[in-house]
């Protein structure tokens, strides 16, 4: 009996060290000593330069676009860890959506994507946002808002990239410590990217509690990041795809992320005569929050939507869109 014991101490001890050798080589997809759903998101992010996404509704299945922003990204930073926070999902109801959601088994199944609850109580331990949290009434802004909390804690506890998920990913990002300008003087929050206690997201939280107000669109999100880029740099105009830097922050031309505009988003949905190359970007932000009537890729609709579905997550183009929509014409021809 002693024996076994011995045997399996020394099973798991391997185990635990090969795990230890895969997070410091680098090697970590490539050979992973465990399976993944065995993995806790402090073991993932720990590894550093996570790639991290947030649904902070109840929603449990990723609709296409949030499902291309993932895969996108899992394909551009395959030597990252991709996490997809989700608030409504728990983890007894993980491996039941796996089967029973396309998108959510499609994601899993990448080898560098992990899906995780998104406690944000726990996320806020240690940060400035988690007296804010315990006092705070849920409000109308209240889904945007508390993403803006959650971002922040993320990048800071753990650092990497945050991206909404509406981005999709063409080609890897440069940088390390960086804003998204989403015009001249103006930063988004919807990208950006910082090492693990960096004085200005740390400061950036802070201001979050002291000026908190969620009546005010933006205020904890673009708004913020911009006055508080504001406080320690001089901001110019850009000319043309330069960017700027200072305190060793790069503020990220427009062009990286934001070539189409946002009053302009409904040309992502628009057949192009001549298709952009997007040669001076590094993702592109397709304004989900302005599709109120919900504008949809379509298969063989040869929007430019359509065609960064196929060329950036081809996978999710296949299932989600293309079969989903042979699905729906056999189930209305059987219905006939």
């Known amino acids: 009996m002693l024996k076994k014991i011995q045997i399996c101490f020394c099973f798991f001890l391997a185990l635990a060290i090969l795990y230890e050798i895969s997070l410091l080589s680098g090697c970590f997809f490539s050979y992973m000593p465990m399976p993944k759903h065995f993995l806790t998101p402090e073991q993932v992010l720990n590894l550093g330069k996570s790639i991290i996404f947030l649904e902070t509704t109840e929603r449990l299945e990723p609709p296409p676009l949030v499902s291309c922003s993932v895969e996108s990204a899992a394909r551009i930073y395959q030597d990252r860890p991709i996490i997809l926070f989700m608030k409504g999902l728990t983890n007894d109801t993980a491996l039941d959506l796996n089967s029973s959601y396309a998108a959510f088994s499609l994601l899993s199944s990448m080898k560098n994507v992990f899906i995780f609850p998104l406690q944000m109580e726990t996320i806020f331990q240690e940060t400035p946002l988690l007296q804010w949290y315990n006092q705070v009434s849920l409000e109308k802004n209240w889904v945007h808002v508390s993403s803006d909390a959650s971002r922040l804690a993320l990048i800071w506890k753990y650092g990497g990239i945050y991206m909404d998920t509406d981005v999709i990913s063409i080609r890897p990002i440069p940088e390390e410590s960086f804003l998204a300008a989403q015009k001249s003087r103006f930063s988004s929050n919807g990208i950006f990217g910082f090492p693990a206690h960096h004085k200005f997201i740390w400061?950036?939280?802070?201001?979050?509690?002291?000026?908190?107000?969620?009546?005010?669109?933006?205020?904890q999100g673009p708004l913020l990041m911009t006055r508080m880029l504001k406080t320690i740099c001089n901001l110019t105009d850009f000319k043309g795809t330069e960017d700027h830097s200072c305190q060793n922050i790069s503020f990220l031309n427009p062009q990286r992320f934001y070539p189409i505009p946002y009053p302009a988003w409904h040309r992502y949905y628009r057949v192009w005569d001549k298709s952009p190359n997007f040669n001076h970007s590094y993702a592109l932000h397709l304004w989900n929050f302005m599709n109120h009537n919900r504008k949809a890729v379509v298969a063989g609709s040869n929007t430019l939507a359509e065609k960064l579905y196929k060329a950036y997550c081809p996978t999710t183009y296949e299932d989600l869109i293309q079969n989903a929509e042979l699905r729906d014409f056999t189930f209305s021809e059987d219905a006939a």
């Open 203 to 219: 400061d950036c939280m802070e201001n979050f509690v002291l000026k908190y107000n969620g009546n005010i669109w933006g205020n």
